[in-house]
């Protein structure tokens, strides 16, 4: 009988092991949903239909105290008033949520609240869609008021269905979707992992948030009468939130006015679709484009990774190659900027120490653990630090210069594994062209953080390096196996 149990034993062991690596193997590879990892139309719009559009916070020493200047929300809120018929917005973080921050620069998320509440009372008409992310309700256990709000006047609201996007956490997701979501703990509390106001949420909500999955997405699309009454589309593409804990963040943002927005609501639907909501497209033959020299084109998930490392892989020496990033962690971008540098581009990058997150410390992985690497590879490779203080360099930038022409790859996608590896849901829009006005406003941002010798926007390497060798394998162990929150 003893042999007879400990094979069991050993039968239900191995069962159970058989089932987490084929759970945890189905989800990393199993089909995306439909529309999802997409690259659009190449679509050649006027130069002035392009605008970026920026936020940047320092510290300016002779007033003693943080300097912001925003200019995205303005912009949001802007189209949303001007707005006739049509509104569709997807942004990720939409709260007012500030982790162990006392106080928020600015009440994004109610001020979006208000203005689209504002908006459906002065105009019933029109139709507004507003697609998020389950964050903002803690996966359901937590009732975000701002949302309560927009339903409360029937503004449409999309919580995207994690659950069909792919597993980018597969050592903890393979517990989880077979028997972690179905543990009878509901009744456990735990205090909000995202504030610090003494609400709680239940242990179910911490099972779900360990997936790491996300609607990374950060976009608005409305329709607006030009100067010459014809019906038009507008698009923002950002790496900003209307989150009131990220309201001092430096961001980056491009608008376009022109034949793109099909593209972008092509890839939105399918987010609509593929969580199981009915809402109708808008009449696309009421709108009206314009054709002109500038290339644009929208890329999701790994597309952009795709995208970005062919750009990459095409410079030569003396072409340019500059970013400004969050995280900078996946593996193929990091080894085509090293032979970039080799090969004679002047690459040149711009990091967030990854120090803050919300009133809370972090010990700089990813980004000291690749900057060590660059600096490993080459000492005489260009890298700088955002200058922070408190508040996150949440740009996402990248501008390639070959000769007299030009790319641009900006929007919602840090470069890590499982923002442009086909797991979290992303937009970005790429630009190219000669002479765009849109590159050229980007590159001065840039260079205005790059070349500063009072250090009020960005320091130098030896301010936050970090050589530690631990650091590195942990940034190692944590791409390769999505054990991280990047």
């Not at 002065?122 to 507004?128: A, G």
Request: aromatic share 12%; proline share 3%.
């Amino acid at each position: 009988m003893k042999i007879n149990f400990r094979k069991k034993k050993k039968i239900i062991l191995i069962s159970i092991i058989v089932i987490l690596i084929l759970v945890g193997l189905f989800n990393i590879f199993k089909p995306l949903p439909i529309g999802v990892s997409s690259s659009g139309e190449i679509f050649k719009v006027p130069n002035d239909s392009v605008t970026f559009i920026s936020d940047l916070t320092f510290f300016d020493n002779t007033i003693d105290d943080r300097i912001m200047e925003q200019g995205i929300f303005d912009e949001v809120f802007a189209m949303i008033k001007n707005a006739e018929k049509y509104i569709l917005i997807d942004m990720f973080l939409f709260n007012d949520f500030q982790g162990k921050e006392n106080v928020s620069f600015r009440k994004l998320s109610s001020e979006l609240t208000e203005i689209l509440i504002q908006k459906k009372i002065d105009n019933p008409e029109i139709n507004i869609i507003f697609i998020t992310d389950p964050i903002n309700s803690i996966y359901g256990y937590f009732e975000n008021q701002n949302i309560n709000k927009l339903l409360d006047v029937n503004i449409q609201v999309v919580n995207t269905n994690l659950k069909k996007l792919r597993d980018s956490n597969p050592l903890y997701s393979s517990i989880y979707r077979p028997f972690l979501q179905f543990l009878p703990v509901g009744l456990i509390k735990l205090p909000n992992p995202f504030t610090n106001d003494g609400s709680k949420v239940s242990l179910k909500a911490y099972f779900t948030l360990l997936n790491f999955k996300a609607n990374h997405r950060k976009i608005i699309v409305t329709d607006y009468i030009d100067i010459n009454g014809d019906l038009k589309m507008s698009s923002l593409v950002t790496s900003a939130n209307p989150h009131d804990g990220s309201s001092a963040h430096s961001n980056v943002a491009i608008k376009i006015n022109d034949y793109i927005w099909k593209d972008i609501l092509k890839s939105e639907y399918a987010v609509i679709d593929f969580s199981d909501y009915a809402i109708l497209h808008p009449d696309y033959k009421l709108y009206k484009d314009e054709e002109g020299d500038v290339e644009v084109q929208i890329l999701t998930e790994k597309k952009i990774q795709t995208s970005l490392l062919n750009s990459i892989n095409k410079t030569e020496s003396g072409d340019s190659i500059d970013v400004m990033m969050f995280y900078l962690s996946d593996r193929e971008v990091v080894k085509s900027l090293k032979m970039a540098q080799a090969r004679g581009v002047n690459v040149k990058v711009i990091l967030d120490p990854n120090k803050d997150a919300f009133g809370r410390k972090k010990n700089g992985v990813p980004n000291v653990a690749v900057a060590r690497e660059f600096k490993k590879n080459s000492n005489d490779f260009q890298l700088r630090w955002c200058n922070t203080h408190g508040e996150q360099c949440h740009s996402k930038l990248i501008i390639i210069s070959r000769n007299d022409f030009e790319e641009m790859f900006i929007g919602s996608a840090n470069l890590t594994k499982r923002n442009i590896g086909d797991y979290n849901l992303e937009t970005n829009i790429k630009i190219s062209g000669k002479g765009v006005s849109a590159i050229k406003d980007a590159k001065e941002y840039f260079n205005l953080a790059w070349s500063d010798e009072s250090e009020k926007y960005t320091t130098g390497y030896d301010f936050y390096k970090d050589e530690s060798l631990w650091k590195y394998l942990q940034y190692r162990v944590m791409e390769k196996t999505g054990l991280s929150s990047f």
